[in-house]
């Protein structure tokens, strides 16, 4: 793979002023979207899935050609993992390139949605993984930031443990900052070079030099 790839630059040069502010407005309304009728078939599909397996429930949200689902499958075999993206095309490449693992299903999405309808059905997963996400680096994105997001809430209701990763270590920054002001507690910390990279972006990055870090919340009061 090559190591192209260019390091996040942004017009911001420390945590975005309005996080706080903008955190705490979230918490404090209820976001009213309309959910879509696709995000509600996937959903149903997953609950089918699912159906009445006690066990423990993975999900790895933004999962881009399912590379990291079909590592944590197989990293936690004891365990179901629901890969979701927005994209038909990434999906598709999943299928060509791996064998997804009886404990996998992947699933064409919008992460926003489907969290909302996961958090009204009463799903409390185990881990949660958001792995890479799209960082959208200007100032005036702050609310497209999964941390600035008015599904925010939503995530934090879920519970579970939450890993991200990202080579932009202001969004880790922002994240922790994000889930201090909901009364969550974070640690931050550069991602070891050794091991398998689990996602195509992760082997970029690593190949293109970048420093990546890692958030781990506990996301349960």
Known sequence: MFGNSRAVTSNQGGPHSSLAD?????LGHVWRAPLADHDRQAFARAEQWLGD????????????????SVWLARRYPEALVLGLD???????????????????LLLRTDCAG???????????????YLLYPNPWPKSAHLKRRWHGHPVFPHLLALGGTLVLRTNWELYAREMARALEVAGRAATVSPLSGDGEPITDFE???????HRLWELVAGLDH
């Not at 903008?22 to 979230?26: K, P």
């Not at 927005?86 to 996998?104: D, I, T, V, Y």
């Not at 489907?114 to 185990?126: I, Q």
């Open 114 to 128: 489907f969290w909302r309808l996961a958090e009204s059905a009463g799903w409390r997963p185990w881990r949660h």
């Open 22 to 26: 903008t955190v705490r407005r979230h």
């Open 203 to 209: 082997e970029k990055y690593r190949h293109s030099g």
């Open 86 to 104: 927005q994209s038909a095309h990434r999906l598709e490449r999943a299928a060509r390139r791996f064998e997804a693992p009886g404990n996998l």
């Open 53 to 68: 397996q006690a066990r423990p429930l993975i999900l790895d949200s933004g999962c881009g050609t399912g590379r990291s």
